[in-house]
């Protein structure tokens, strides 16, 4: 077959290597001047390119529609996405939380390696050539299986309207085949077309989505594209004070709490989980937070919340049960009795943070250590257990790691990643309505869907 890839990121090149040893003829049109431009710069320029993990602990990473993912992972996992570039010729280590990288800590060699298989399977690129067009026809009642020239109707993306008018009642979705692209007023013929055009995140490297503009047209149902692994903006401003603070062992809760009910009770949307975070000028970041952000935004978006009613908890003590922590401030207290307050917190926290928590508890900070009471020891307990942050929002599409959101699984047939309404017609990575944590599982979703997309049988 004449298979068209459009898109040369991580999913692109791997569903067009697959397609080739398949044995297919296989072009890639890339709207960039070089392929992997977003892969280039990910993991700080190191590529984390998956994580040496099993399967169960790929699914419990994923954010977003796990369930969909389980058929493709199982045909392609993490084992086999470090086998492919080993035999490649690619070196890989594994690091602190099964992360892979490539030996030499560039991911300009990860590029390389993918583009010396390309070659050698003689899969064509097309460079600066955006896709702006699906070429679609409808097949024939009377020939299932095949296009008829007899009522075909040619859509094309840039005008094209959605089949059928939303009603009530569920409409047939009517049996499409795709034949081909348009770039401008060019059109070029395929018998399979794979979409792996990535999501909204980092537009400098064209993912600007172009994909779910051109399958929004043709109907397919898009979820909100979304901000996900993305730093948080907190009310508090006292982030800012302690701006370039990193904080290590710490834990991190998230909790919503409807604040239009007076009685509302709160639900943990996730953690705690223990691990690194950083303080900004705007609030929050580093790894704990990225992970937050993206429970946040699938819980507000699928819930239809509030930002504003989500709240962090962080624990800066979480080796310390309550009551050990209480033994250790009345061992502070009675050591120095006639410190102030605000000085008592040199043994406890980094220095930006005292000044913060002696405010937070709101107890006077040149009240002697020996006057205070039990019940504002137990203040401080509870400030140095359950620091409190209040979201006042998610940091946009140009701080985002990855898409939140994208083309609905429910479209999709996971088994071969072809769109259920339209034969020939798939779609790979971030395109899809599917997310994970930070670690590469990201990446091991572009790895699976490309490889599923381009090898499953037509």
Known sequence: MDVIVVGAGPAGMMAAI??????????IY????????????????????????????????????????????????????????????????????Q????????????????????????????YNTGV??????????????????????????????????KSGKKQKTPRRIVRGIEVGNRSYTADMVILATGGNSYQSTGSTGDGYRMLEKLGIDIKQPRP???????????????????????????RYTDSSKTDSKSTIVCGPEMGEMLFTHFGVSGPLVLSASSYISKDAYTKDRSLSDYRLYINLKPALDEQTLDSRLLRIYSESPNKEFKNSYD?????LMIPVMVEYTGINPE?????????????????????????????????????????????????????KSIKGLRVAGELIDCDALTGGFNLQIAWSTGYVAGTAEG
């Open 30 to 97: 890339e709207k960039n001047e070089k392929a992997g431009k977003k892969l280039f710069i990910t993991g700080k320029g190191r590529c984390n390119l998956t994580n040496a993990s099993d399967t169960d602990t790929f699914i419990r990473n994923v954010v977003t529609n796990e369930r969909f993912l389980y058929s493709a992972v199982s045909e392609y996992n993490q084992s086999d996405v470090m086998s492919d570039f080993e035999s490649s010729g690619l070196r890989l280590k594994v690091e602190r939380g």
């Open 132 to 165: 702006t067009g699906l070429i679609v026809e409808n097949i024939s009642d009377a020939e299932p299986e095949s296009a008829s020239e007899e009522g075909i109707r040619h859509m094309d993306i840039s005008t094209g309207k959605k089949s059928g008018k």
């Open 99 to 126: 992360r892979v990288f490539p030996v030499s800590d560039h991911s300009s060699d990860v590029i390389r390696t993918l583009e010396k298989r390309l070659s050698q399977l003689s899969v064509k690129f097309i």
């Open 18 to 27: 697959k397609a080739a040893e398949a044995g297919h003829r296989v072009t």
């Open 367 to 419: 009240k002697k250590l020996s006057e205070i009471t039990r019940l504002e020891r137990h203040r401080v307990i509870e400030c140095l257990r359950s620091f409190e942050l209040r979201v006042k929002d998610l940091r946009d599409f140009n701080e985002a790691i990855v898409t939140g959101g994208g083309v609905s699984v429910k479209e999709i047939n996971p088994k071969s990643m072809e769109l």
């Open 347 to 351: 043994k406890l926290l980094p220095r």
């Open 228 to 254: 996900c692994l993305v730093p948080i903006e907190t009310v508090e401003t006292c982030c800012r004070d302690m701006m370039g603070l990193s904080l290590k062992n710490v834990t991190l809760e998230v």
